[in-house]
């Protein structure tokens, strides 16, 4: 079992920054694990947003975030950060962490978290 907790959403304007954090535990959980952010807006479909494996050897951007967002992750703390710039209307959504065992950034993750709102408006 493991467990995952986003936190750092918010209100803020376009073009304003925000840094999500993601905090992983649980009797499962290694260090070993892939850690990653989705995000879900209304209505739409959950969109793959990034990825970042334990030995920070592979990771996945999508086109929508790539050169604005930048996934990095503390091992020593059981942590994966989401640094979003230059934000956009578009980018609001519930973000989610996940996570799956090995190193590998693109399949199906198994754990999630709650979700943290981050809303984007003038």
Do not use: H
Not at 31 to 43: D, E, H, I, K, V
Not at 82 to 88: A, D, Y
Not at 100 to 115: H, I, K, L, M, S
Request: with cysteine.
């Amino acid at each position: 079992q493991v467990q995952l907790v986003e936190s750092g959403g918010g209100l803020v304007q376009p073009g304003d920054s925000l840094r999500l954090s993601c905090a992983a535990s649980g009797p499962t959980f290694t260090r070993s694990y892939t850690l990653a952010w989705f995000r879900q807006a209304p209505g739409k479909e959950r969109e793959f947003l990034t990825a970042i494996n334990w030995s920070k050897s592979s990771t996945y951007y999508a086109d929508s975030v790539k050169g604005r967002f930048t996934i990095s992750r503390d091992n020593a703390k059981n942590a994966v950060y989401l640094q979003m710039n230059s934000l956009k209307p578009e980018d609001t959504a519930v973000y989610y962490c996940a996570a799956r065992p090995g190193p590998e950034v693109r399949g199906g993750y198994n754990y999630w978290g709650q979700g943290t709102q981050v809303t984007v408006s003038s």
